[in-house]
């Protein structure tokens, strides 16, 4: 550090603070020392706390901030000649937010945190000053991250895009042998000799089984690159959606039954039918019956119910809820679980199987529900006081659709 004698302070830190008068500023400049560092010293360290203000007179040094642990120090602007160092830290009484260190040699004028706040308290024009000055830092620096976020919102979209195309040719790709090969086995069952042997016949059934299973998981993945684009149009036509309700509950009652988990329907009357695609909202049902079912332990009960409702808007619509007795969901996940490929828990330690209790699945199930919502400008949540394996305190998940789609 070498002291610099013959220096303009007051007209330095006019710069700075533009508003006061010449004797607060020769006030000022007397209580200011004037300093000089080499390049690389650091001046400020975030989360360290110091006793100096400063204000730049020549060269120039950077502000730099820890992102995270991944990402670690990112430069957030320069600063040179005019501008403050430290004033913020010091009227908050905190901890240095980020770390300054000079590029080239810098000279300061250096002011110590007592004799900054005495000013401060004395001089109502400077404290103004000061204020604004740190309110425009704040905004620079709002405008800073808000152009970070959305370069990185930018650059994460594009890499969704790309899984999604991912997996798109991986579902397309592995579509066609598996019909084949589901055809080849369905060809050798039907043989005679498979046919009398019930040993080879028990191996054929489970090929097939997984085969099939295998299918249902290529078709989800489809059906979510299909359904995760924004641009999803739907072709509404009317659905009995009493009638689809009850045929996707007799879909899964027979393996519902072997898990001793009691479905029940409670449907009011009055429920309409709606205008929609009944596809996609039958395999929205579909995706929360077998959770349902996957996330209560054997012995336990699944209640679908429908009724008609008036939606935001005025707009009337219909209401379907399925709620079970299972392992529950903690608040933290309640948005979460729509994302695609989002799972709570350890998912290594799942078992497999698609209805077997907290069987392992691909996470894409509620991804769909909710981009089926969406298609038909409704909305899906969930509501569960928490996860508890021991009490077992249930889901309900909550599926609004309008009876007619937004055109
Ligand atoms: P998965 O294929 O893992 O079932 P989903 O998208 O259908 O994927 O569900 C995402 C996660 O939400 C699941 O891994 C599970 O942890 C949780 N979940 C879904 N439905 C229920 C439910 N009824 N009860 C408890 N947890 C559930």
Redesign the pocket.
């Known amino acids: 550090m070498n002291e610099t004698k013959s220096f303009d302070k007051v007209s330095l830190l006019r710069l700075a603070f533009n508003d006061l008068a010449d004797d607060e500023l020769q006030e000022m400049a007397d209580l200011t020392e004037i300093c000089t560092y080499p390049p690389g010293h650091v001046l400020c360290r975030e989360g360290a706390y110091e006793d100096i203000f400063y204000i730049i007179a020549d060269g120039s040094a950077s502000i730099s901030k820890n992102i995270s642990e991944q990402e670690g120090e990112r430069i957030l602007r320069n600063v040179v000649r005019g501008d403050l160092i430290g004033e913020m830290a010091l009227i908050q009484n905190v901890a240095r937010s980020a770390t300054v260190r000079t590029l080239t040699d810098l000279t300061v004028l250096e002011m110590e945190k007592k004799d900054f706040e005495a000013m401060l308290s004395r001089s109502p024009s400077m404290a103004i000053n000061i204020i604004r000055t740190t309110l425009n830092r704040m905004r620079e620096n709002d405008q800073i991250a808000i152009q970070v976020l959305q370069t990185t919102n930018k650059v994460l979209r594009q890499l969704d895009r790309n899984k999604l195309e991912f997996i798109q040719v991986a579902a397309h790709e592995l579509r066609t042998p598996l019909t084949v090969l589901k055809g080849y086995v369905s060809v050798l069952g039907s043989s005679p000799d498979i046919k009398a042997n019930a040993a080879l016949g028990e191996v054929m059934s489970g090929i097939l089984k997984g085969a099939d299973r295998m299918h249902e998981v290529v078709n989800t993945m489809l059906d979510v690159t299909r359904i995760d684009n924004e641009a999803l149009k739907i072709a509404a036509v009317p659905v009995p959606l009493k009638r689809v309700i009850a045929d996707v509950v007799h879909d899964f009652s027979k393996t519902a039954a072997e898990r001793q988990i009691e479905i029940v329907l409670e449907q009011d009357a009055a429920t309409p039918n709606i205008n929609g695609d009944p596809t996609l909202i039958q395999k929205a049902l579909h995706?929360l019956i077998?959770?349902?079912i996957?996330?209560?332990p054997d012995g336990g009960k699944v209640t679908l119910r429908s009724r008609p409702i008036t939606m935001d808007k005025n707009t009337p619509g219909v209401e379907v809820s399925?709620k079970?007795t299972?392992?529950?969901?903690d608040a933290e996940?309640h948005d979460l679980?729509?994302e695609k490929f989002?799972?709570?828990?350890v998912?290594a330690i799942?078992s497999s199987g698609k209805t077997t209790f907290k069987g392992?699945?691909?996470?894409?199930?509620?991804?769909?529900v909710r981009g089926v919502a969406r298609a038909h400008g409704g909305k899906v949540w969930?509501e569960?006081s928490g996860?508890d394996e021991v009490n077992f305190p249930?889901?309900t998940?909550y599926l609004q659709l309008p009876i007619d789609p937004p055109s």
Do not use: C
Request: no cysteine; charged share 5%; aromatic share 10%.
């Open positions: 995706h077998v959770n349902a996957k996330y209560t399925v079970d299972g392992i529950g969901m996940h679980v729509f989002y799972q709570v828990g998912v799942h392992g699945g691909p996470g894409l199930g509620l991804a769909i969930v569960s996860h249930g889901s998940f």
